[in-house]
C-alpha cells in the first residue's frame, strides 16, 4: 500500500543553462522559450496522473525559473503553488552570475569535486547544502505523511531527496544525471505486515518529451 507519494519535475530549461553562468537568485532570469514547452509537456502528463490520484500539494522554490515551473504545474493541476526557500538551491556567493568554467577553474571543480569546501567565497559547502536540503525534505515529508506531494524542484533538490530516502553518508563521489522536466518519484510503501519502506518508482523520467520540445534552443 503506497502511503506517501512524492514527484520531482525538475525546473524546464532556464536562460542560466543555455548561457552556462550559475544562476543564483540575482541572476536567474527564469525559463527559455524551450524550457516553457518541456515543463508544460511535464504538466500534461501529471494532470493525467493527477485525475487518479489528486495531489495534495505544490511545492517551489524562491528563483524565477522554480516559480515559473511552479505556475505553469500549478495551473495545469488547479492547485495553489506553495513556495519555500528550503527548496531553494545552493548559495553560490561570489560565483552568482559568473561562467562556470570559470568558476570550476577557480575551485579544481564543481560543487561535487570537494564536497565540504565552498566553490567560491560565500557559497555553501556541498555537503552542508545537502545536509540543509535534506533536513527541510524530512521535515515536509513528517508534516504531510499520507499526501501526495508535487514539487517544481532544482536537480540538487533531487538529488537532496535520494541522499536523504537513500541514506546516502557525505562525501560520496556519485551522483544522479537530472535532466530538465524530467520527472523522480518516491512512494512510502507500507506492506501488509505494517513494515514501511520508500521505494523509488522513477528517476528522472523524460519520456513526455519526446517532439519539438526536446529539440535545442537556436
Known sequence: MITTELVFVRHGEAQCNVDGIVGGP???TGLTGRGRA??????ARLTADHRIAPFTAIYAGPRIRLQQTGEILSQALGLPLRTNTGLDGPVHGAADGKPWTE???????GPHAHPDQPWAEGSDTWNGYLQRASSFLRDLITRHQGDRLLFAA???????AHTLLLGLGPGTHASFTTSHASISRWQHHRNRLGQHRWLLDCH??????????AEPTP
Do not use: F, M, S, Y
Request: proline share 3%.
Open 26 to 28: 540575482t541572476t536567474c
Open 38 to 43: 518541456q515543463v508544460t509537456l511535464a504538466a
Open 103 to 109: 568558476v570550476k577553474t577557480a575551485a579544481g571543480g
Open 154 to 160: 532544482h536537480g540538487e533538490t533531487v538529488i537532496a
Open 204 to 213: 528522472n523520467d523524460t519520456a513526455h518529451l519526446a517532439g519539438p520540445a
